[in-house]
């Protein structure tokens, strides 16, 4: 490969890494609420920008990133609660285009009362002093900002899993998703459950909302094509699968990154050819379950 | 999907709501217009097309440019109040139709035919890219309406795509990227450039343009890298650019492109080996970026509100905007906006009359002087003539208030040896 020093190339790798660590980081909320609730949260993009100036608004008061980094998750959950509770309980079991148009125009509602409350123009949020700069890997420079993101997201993929996977609440999660009427007569109240994922997926959405506003710009638009973004990973992931969503950020990451050093002009289309590239030979995602949608 | 009315019409009404209209107002003029309506379409249009100026504006309210396209709708509106305070063309008094473009052609081409047919606008002004732009300037002028360009492009001056109904207030990427260019490799900062390019005619016209400039300073281009508009996040494309170790990086591209790439370069630490160089660096962005993000940055600009300390105009232009936006300056491209308009309502005004013939030859005359000094439109493509600022952002150690954000490095006075020449064009001599 002449003109690509192998330091190039493991540089971009590591770069598609990181990518994709955000990327499952965007992804994340929207898998677990599709996969417990079977809900399209198409107002995931927004929770994403009320995350984000959320935490400038936190920063505004305290000024302390460390602060926002626990207060965001609280008020964007808080917010998906009430959400769950009094606009998304009533559609239950009335098929999956009801939750989906309801989420679709809370969107629009959230992002509006953002331009209200913030103006419609970007807002400036860096990083903490002590996570700026750059840190040399050996085969190059790399943002501490994303080193400690790739940290970070690992760090909260592997509580989520451990929440899911190997609590009480966990296991009644799983079985609330696998069939709510038996969980229902074994006297357990199945709505508070589904209350909780909910409130847990857009507080994950919050948070990456702020997590990625250094990186981004913070603006009332940001959440639209992360939305895609997000969408695209679950879907190569396969909907509802956690482990999917990881596998496909990751995977996602890395195509977009690697078409950037080569073929820089397709970087943003690399990302759905793959996708249909997944869906013409496992149409229900890498690790997805076959019939969900339709069920 | 099906909500794009919906959202075209909330935009139109958000952005007018903005422009000093009080929710009473609105309600009043919604049941106007619903009455108008009401009284068919024809006999409405009619009749408010003899009556009112009426100026259609599509501008991309929605999307990366966003932040630009709303200044420019709000700046435009100063001037149809203030062409309408001044009693308007014979007691004719002038409104804005905004509508939203999507920064798409195909859109823009579609709203610009409505506003021309069903609104019969008089004037088209708007849009805010290079490719946009010749979308809306082909069906506005094909259909003998004047269209003011408000946005950069090298194209429109151009033999094939200019008409007589073409004009363009906005500079274009010779100017910007030409002295934006020339500034810095004048430096003497090292010869090795970089290009991070939107891949797009603004990103393509702008890397020509500094391509020209190093020339005669024997630069010589180490990496080119397109990128997609509207990428997310461009950390994919900055290890290829730093490896091939350049002393300039310029950023060819546009608003909110050009904040995160800016910002991710700064977390790269690229700043620190590298001249960062825009050539428009946009005030919207730079104050949604903040001044470390931005230190250093290097641009041309075709406004920045501090030219008032110099510019009798620009404290005008300022105070009024000032007025509406809780002691705010305007911001550059929503300068653009502001003389856009101005200048066509100026040209109606000395010709008498909207009909486009008689005002393109008031806008051939006009000498104009709005908000940054004197102007005029060349003869031979009108391109407006005008001074182009070279801009450094400060850092905030250096700033006098939040929005002091730029130090003006230079102003290159107004003159045709700016741009290339008609011949270069291809219009006849």
Same mark, same amino acid.
């Given at each position: 490969?002449?003109?690509?020093?192998?330091?190039? $190339?493991?540089?971009?790798l590591?770069?598609?890494?990181?990518?994709?660590?955000?990327?499952?980081?965007l992804?994340?909320?929207?898998?677990?609420?599709?996969?417990?609730?079977?809900?399209?949260?198409?107002?995931h993009?927004?929770?994403?920008?009320?995350?984000a100036?959320?935490?400038?608004?936190?920063?505004?008061?305290?000024?302390?990133?460390?602060?926002?980094?626990?207060?965001?998750?609280?008020?964007?959950?808080?917010?998906?609660?009430?959400?769950?509770?009094f606009?998304?309980?009533?559609?239950?079991?009335?098929? $999956?285009?009801?939750?989906?148009?309801?989420?679709?125009?809370?969107a629009?509602?959230?992002?509006?009362?953002?331009? $209200?409350?913030?103006?419609?123009s970007?807002?400036?949020?860096?990083?903490?002093?002590?996570?700026?700069?750059?840190?040399?890997?050996?085969?190059?420079?790399?943002?501490?900002?994303?080193?400690?993101?790739?940290?970070?997201?690992?760090?909260?993929?592997?509580?989520?899993?451990?929440?899911?996977?190997?609590?009480?609440?966990?296991l009644?999660?799983?079985?609330?998703?696998?069939?709510?009427?038996?969980?229902?007569?074994?006297?357990?109240?199945?709505?508070?459950?589904?209350?909780?994922?909910?409130?847990?997926?857009?507080?994950?959405?919050?948070?990456?909302?702020?997590?990625?506003?250094?990186?981004?710009?913070?603006?009332?638009?940001?959440?639209?094509?992360?939305?895609?973004?997000?969408?695209?990973?679950?879907?190569?992931?396969?909907?509802?699968?956690?482990?999917?969503?990881?596998?496909?950020?990751?995977?996602?990451?890395?195509?977009?990154?690697?078409?950037?050093?080569?073929?820089?002009?397709?970087?943003?289309?690399?990302?759905?050819?793959?996708?249909?590239?997944?869906?013409? $030979?496992?149409?229900?995602?890498l690790?997805?379950?076959?019939?969900?949608?339709?069920? | +999907?099906?909500?794009?009315?919906?959202?075209?019409?909330?935009?139109?009404?958000?952005?007018?709501?903005?422009?000093?209209l009080?929710?009473?107002?609105?309600?009043?003029?919604?049941?106007?217009? +619903?009455?108008?309506?009401?009284?068919?379409?024809?006999?409405?249009?009619?009749?408010?097309?003899?009556?009112?100026?009426?100026?259609?504006?599509?501008?991309?309210?929605?999307?990366?440019?966003?932040?630009?396209?709303?200044?420019?709708?709000?700046c435009?509106?100063?001037?149809?109040?203030?062409?309408?305070?001044?009693?308007?063309?014979?007691?004719?008094m002038?409104?804005?139709?905004?509508?939203?473009?999507?920064?798409?052609?195909?859109?823009?081409?579609?709203?610009?035919?409505?506003?021309?047919?069903?609104?019969?606008?008089?004037?088209?002004?708007?849009?805010?890219?290079?490719?946009?732009?010749?979308?809306?300037?082909?069906?506005?002028?094909?259909?003998?309406?004047?269209?003011?360009?408000?946005?950069?492009?090298?194209?429109?001056?151009?033999?094939?795509?200019?008409?007589?109904?073409?004009?363009?207030?906005? +500079?274009?990427?010779?100017m910007?990227?030409?002295?934006a260019?020339?500034?810095?490799?004048?430096?003497?900062?090292?010869?090795?450039?970089?290009y991070?390019?939107?891949?797009?005619?603004?990103?393509?016209?702008?890397?020509?343009?500094?391509?020209v400039?190093?020339?005669?300073?024997?630069?010589?281009?180490?990496?080119?890298?397109?990128?997609?508009? %509207?990428a997310?996040?461009?950390?994919t494309?900055?290890?290829?650019?730093m490896?091939?170790?350049?002393?300039?990086?310029?950023?060819?591209?546009?608003?909110?492109?050009?904040?995160?790439?800016?910002?991710?370069?700064?977390?790269?630490?690229?700043?620190?080996?590298?001249?960062?160089?825009?050539?428009?660096?946009?005030?919207?962005?730079?104050?949604?970026?903040?001044?470390?993000?931005?230190?250093?940055?290097?641009?041309?600009?075709?406004?920045?509100?501090?030219?008032?300390?110099?510019?009798?105009?620009?404290?005008?232009?300022?105070?009024?905007?000032?007025?509406?936006?809780?002691?705010?300056?305007?911001?550059?491209?929503?300068?653009?906006?502001?003389?856009?308009?101005?200048?066509?309502?100026? %040209?109606?005004?000395?010709?008498?009359?909207?009909?486009?013939?008689?005002?393109?030859?008031?806008?051939?005359?006009?000498?104009?002087?709005?908000?940054?000094?004197?102007?005029y439109?060349?003869?031979?493509?009108?391109?407006?003539?005008?001074?182009?600022?070279?801009?450094?952002?400060?850092?905030?150690?250096?700033?006098?208030?939040?929005?002091?954000?730029?130090?003006?490095?230079?102003?290159?006075?107004?003159?045709?040896?700016?741009?290339?020449?008609?011949?270069?064009?291809?219009?006849k001599?």
């Open positions: 490969m002449a003109g690509y020093p192998i330091e190039l $190339i493991v540089m971009q590591f770069t598609g890494l990181a990518l994709g660590t955000v990327f499952v980081l992804a994340v909320g929207l898998s677990m609420v599709f996969g417990l609730l079977t809900v399209v949260n198409f107002a993009g927004a929770f994403y920008t009320v995350g100036y959320t935490g400038v608004f936190l920063f505004g008061l305290t000024g302390n990133f460390w602060v926002c980094l626990v207060g965001v998750p609280l008020v964007v959950g808080t917010i998906g609660l009430v959400v769950e509770r606009l998304v309980r009533p559609l239950y079991g009335r098929g $999956i285009d009801y939750p989906l148009l309801l989420t679709f125009g809370l629009y509602v959230l992002v509006e009362l953002v331009r $209200i409350a913030f103006g419609t970007g807002v400036p949020f860096s990083a903490p002093p002590s996570l700026q700069g750059a840190l040399n890997l050996g085969f190059g420079y790399f943002p501490l900002y994303r080193v400690f993101l790739v940290g970070f997201t690992t760090v909260l993929l592997i509580g989520l899993w451990l929440f899911i996977e190997r609590t009480r609440y966990g009644v999660i799983r079985a609330g998703a696998r069939d709510p009427e038996i969980v229902r007569v074994l006297g357990i109240d199945v709505s508070r459950v589904w209350l909780l994922v909910f409130g847990l997926g857009t507080a994950v959405a919050g948070l990456a909302g702020l997590l990625a506003a250094p990186m981004r710009g913070v603006i009332p638009e940001m959440g639209i094509p992360v939305l895609v973004e997000a969408f695209v990973v679950t879907v190569v992931g396969g909907m509802g699968s956690l482990a999917g969503a990881v596998v496909a950020g990751l995977l996602v990451g890395v195509v977009v990154s690697m078409t950037s050093l080569f073929a820089p002009a397709f970087a943003d289309m690399s990302m759905f050819a793959l996708m249909a590239l997944v869906l013409v $030979i496992r149409p229900q995602g690790f997805g379950r076959a019939g969900l949608m339709g069920g | +999907m099906s909500t794009k009315d919906d959202q075209n019409g909330t935009d139109g009404n958000r952005t007018e709501d903005r422009h000093g009080n929710r009473r107002d609105f309600i009043k003029t919604s049941a106007l217009g +619903m009455a108008a309506v009401a009284a068919g379409p024809w006999i409405g249009g009619f009749a408010r097309a003899q009556d009112t100026i009426r100026i259609g504006f599509p501008v991309p309210l929605t999307g990366p440019y966003g932040s630009e396209a709303k200044e420019q709708a709000a435009a509106q100063i001037a149809i109040d203030e062409f309408n305070a001044a009693g308007g063309l014979d007691g004719r002038a409104e804005l139709l905004v509508r939203d473009d999507k920064l798409k052609p195909g859109e823009a081409a579609k709203r610009t035919l409505e506003l021309i047919e069903k609104d019969g606008v008089d004037f088209v002004c708007g849009s805010l890219s290079a490719s946009v732009q010749l979308a809306v300037n082909s069906v506005a002028t094909e259909r003998g309406i004047i269209y003011n360009s408000i946005s950069q492009s090298d194209t429109i001056n151009e033999a094939s795509d200019f008409t007589k109904y073409t004009f363009h207030e906005a +500079m274009n990427p010779h910007t990227a030409g002295t260019g020339d500034y810095a490799f004048s430096r003497n900062q090292g010869k090795k450039v970089a991070l390019v939107a891949d797009y005619a603004y990103g393509h016209e702008m890397m020509r343009g500094f391509k400039a190093g020339e005669q300073y024997g630069m010589e281009t180490v990496a080119e890298v397109i990128h997609p508009l %509207a997310q996040d461009f950390s494309f900055l290890p290829r650019i490896a091939a170790g350049p002393d300039i990086l310029c950023l060819c591209n546009f608003g909110l492109d050009q904040l995160n790439s800016i910002k991710q370069a700064h977390s790269f630490g690229m700043k620190e080996s590298m001249q960062l160089v825009a050539p428009a660096l946009l005030y919207n962005q730079r104050l949604a970026g903040g001044p470390d993000v931005f230190e250093g940055v290097v641009g041309a600009a075709n406004y920045h509100w501090t030219l008032e300390d110099s510019v009798a105009t620009a404290k005008t232009f300022n105070d009024k905007y000032r007025e509406r936006h809780d002691g705010a300056p305007p911001s550059d491209y929503g300068a653009y906006g502001y003389a856009g308009v101005g200048a066509l309502l100026q %040209a109606a005004k000395d010709a008498g009359t909207t009909r486009s013939d008689p005002v393109v030859e008031a806008m051939e005359a006009l000498k104009y002087n709005l908000y940054k000094g004197p102007e439109f060349r003869q031979c493509d009108h391109q407006a003539v005008q001074s182009v600022l070279v801009v450094e952002s400060k850092p905030a150690s250096a700033m006098r208030n939040e929005y002091d954000v730029f130090e003006v490095k230079e102003v290159r006075e107004a003159s045709e040896s700016m741009l290339r020449s008609c011949e270069a064009l291809g219009h001599a």
